[in-house]
């Protein structure tokens, strides 16, 4: 599904929903990785079934693209793109990134929740334009 997102915008506002656990507000900034960001709209809702890292939870999604532009460092709240999976990315902590990995957008709440979801359970990302 090709979502409609005025070009205008620069931060685009999208829920994330984590089963059992909520649902949470975000953006994807197109600074950061404008030309992932807009593949990534053609194909919402980005949906997977989470699993879990030290740092992260994450889920695959079927975009194959390399690395738009690599980060160094990983901060608390931000949704990231990593082409190796290829895997969104939501960290709820600090780490320094395996390779690769791309920041697209960031979290506005719920950071401190997401190291409840449990390995399997649904995770939903969808652009919150009203």
């Known amino acids: 599904m090709d979502v409609k997102v ?5 931060r685009i506002p999208v829920k994330v929903y984590l089963e059992d656990v909520g649902e949470f507000r975000g953006e994807f900034i197109r600074f950061h990785a404008p030309s992932t960001i807009r593949e990534l709209l053609k194909l919402m809702p980005l949906e997977g079934f989470a699993a879990k890292w030290d740092y992260a939870v994450y889920f695959q999604v079927n975009l194959k693209r390399g ?3 690599i980060i160094s460092k990983i901060s608390p709240g931000d949704i ?4 190796p999976g290829p895997y969104i990315v939501l960290a709820f902590r600090e780490s320094l990134p395996p390779a690769q990995i791309v920041k697209i957008g960031e979290m506005k709440e719920g950071v401190e929740e997401m190291f409840k979801i449990k390995h399997g359970s649904k995770i ?3 652009v919150a334009i009203e």
């Open 6 to 10: 005025p070009h205008s915008l620069t």
């Open 67 to 69: 690395a738009e532009k």
């Open 80 to 83: 990231l793109y990593w082409p």
């Open 124 to 126: 939903r990302i969808t």
